[in-house]
């Protein structure tokens, strides 16, 4: 779609209906000591998705769109204030109820939020009250002179208590309503289907080819063909999707002496050994929502890696079923970790920290994982991906480990495997 400030701004079109329901959604769920949300979007960068992760979410979650350079506040009754730019505010008037616009002031030279419209966002967040508190994401990094100066004035403001909110939108956004989990359940189809038909011919071609691939080389190849337009376009059309909406996300090869159980680890430039173990991560976007999934190869597998993949596969199971609304996270970690006591103790300290983490407009809910920590409870309409490995074991000096993850849906009747096209076999 055209982005809020360039020449073709007022083609953006904001779905007021979603919208509206959305926002009862955060009243419904409003238990917080908090009288207000404020989310503050910096400069557009590369790094949006890392640095304002949560912010970045709640624009696409309610309005299918970032207005970069913008402050959003949500009171407890629904009300939400946005300060803009005129784009962007002729923009967000297309909501006609339940949404107070203001413009940004501009003064060549002059600071780079106006002091008086600041002053205004605390009067809508004081409601009369003396003192009120307020929510903010704490630990985000904002890009630009603007996005600063509105988390300097408002932090440092006398009549508002400031309290961190990521796991009060963590909770907003865990469950997916119809829309989410069809988008979801799209990107998990092309993400099983890319590993299958794509990310596995290449590696057996790197493997038994005569030319010597490095991890990173593998990775870069992948990459480089589904930047190419048309396999994304023969991905969309194939499966139906929206043209445009499809992107790659992260593709990953490990192997050789180095092996991390996360969707973030880099490939690196080690050659791909001719037997061993080979993790292989892929993640796709649709539609801004997000769907992943991992597989283990081995060549030449000894009894302790043919036993470990075994155990990885129970295990996989048993979360998924144990993936039920109002079981609580530690719980199901704690579950798995007993399995593998019982099964191979040996096993219990190469054993991955977490079996999963909640997944959609953020790859990975940094506050929804399963975890011995997290006390959060499953909720109905929640997407996971079940993640699974074991990482540090060393057989005749080579270095090994196993990783099997999937996308899940947490339902009524039951918990549905999304990226079940790529089998475990």
Known sequence: PPRPDSPNAMDVHIDTDRFARRIRHVVSMWNWPLDALLLVLGKSSESDSETESKEVA???WLWGILFHETVMIVLRNGQVIMLASQKKADILRQIKTGMTVLVRKTTPGGPAADPDQLAELVGFIRGGKAKAS???LTKSQHIGAFA??????????DTLQIADCKEQLSAVLAPKDPDELDNVRRCSKVAANAVQELFMKEW?????GDRPYTNRQLCSLIEEQLEGEALLERMEKDFCLEPGELAPLLVTHQSGKSFAIRVDAAPDDETIPSTGSYLLFMAFRYSEYASCLARTMFVNPTTAQKEAYSLVCDLHSLVVAHLK????LKDIYAVAKAEVQKRNPAMLRHFSNNVGFGMGLELRDPQLVISERCERRVEKDTIFCVSIGFSGMVEQGAPWAVWFADAVAVRDSGSELLTGGCGMD
């Open 204 to 208: 057996e071609t790197a493997l038994v």
């Open 58 to 60: 709640m624009h696409f």
């Open 325 to 328: 609304p109002g079981a609580v």
């Open 134 to 136: 307020v929510g903010m």
């Open 148 to 157: 600063e100066a509105v988390v300097q004035s408002i932090t440092t403001q």
